[in-house]
């Protein structure tokens, strides 16, 4: 019986995380985006997309790791880079908390970046362009989906140098988070505790498992941390006004796998992880 219940959590849980976003996509080990499957196309010979060293840590991305992309001389204006249907970034429906798309990009020319959302079925409503106003430093665009509200997909196409104009000499762009939030990426450090989820060093809920006594710790961009059930059942909501809480989840949880969603000021969900309740309910 121990058994079934266990495969049966795991089910709920594997189904749970599946139709969701993989975000942030920020090429970091253990983070998303570095170890997918990213198909070039449009490009000449289609050189790969490269996950390399940050050319600039002073400005608004301090992160390690970063995209980087060869636009081709050769290459099509449209040339880009796209994650495989149903894996990489996950299935997810457009909403009003993820529906502002945001990536920053490192270019040494002003062209449009562009930004695609793909169903299943190949079927898109095209891409959404904006161009870059820096040169030589990172800068952070922000691409709003709102007509897309409802609409479910399971790809992201980038095209880091949409130039109709056509390129007088092979380009170099790199682009570095990927997100639907407001949070700063410098401002918290990740550490990886498993598939799809990450714990920040500002953001914890220890002990983890615990037996109903918890420490919960966040940064000053949180305002509310939520628990979840295996099925998506809201059971647990507290506001975050301070840095550090004590609390009692005795009366609040079941014995079992939780989830607990970071929640900013402005509604998204910037950060989740995995919970385990050792109490007696």
Known sequence: ?????????????????????????NFET???GANWAWNVF???NNPALQFVDNPDTTGINCS??????????????WAGCETQHNTGI?????????????????????????????????WSLGEIKKPNTLTNQWEMLTFDFSAHLGNTYDQIVVFPDFNLAGRA????????????NTASPCSTSTANIGSG???????????NPSNGQITLETNEQIAKVLFYDVYGRVL??????????????????????????????????????????DGNK
Request: hydrophobic share 35%; net charge positive.
């Open 1 to 25: 019986m121990k058994k079934i219940s266990l495969v049966l959590c795991f089910f709920i849980w594997s189904t749970f995380n599946a139709f969701s976003q993989n975000i942030p996509i």
């Open 30 to 32: 253990g983070g998303f």
């Open 42 to 44: 449009e490009n000449g």
């Open 64 to 77: 390690k790791t970063c995209a980087k992309f060869t636009a081709l001389q050769i290459g099509k204006p």
């Open 90 to 122: 996950g299935s997810f429906t457009i909403n009003a908390n993820n529906k502002i798309i945001k990536i920053m990009v490192y270019k040494g020319v002003i062209s449009d970046v562009g930004i695609k959302l793909v169903r299943n079925d190949n």
């Open 169 to 180: 000499e092979e380009q170099v762009i790199y682009f570095d988070n990927i997100y639907q």
């Open 197 to 207: 989820f990450q714990q920040s060093i500002n953001n914890r809920c220890y002990p």
């Open 236 to 277: 647990l909501e507290i506001p975050s006004h301070t840095s550090t809480k004590q609390i009692d989840l005795t009366t609040y949880l079941n014995k079992g796998l939780h989830f607990i969603n970071y929640v900013d000021k402005e509604g998204y969900t910037i950060e989740k992880q995995r919970f385990i309740f």
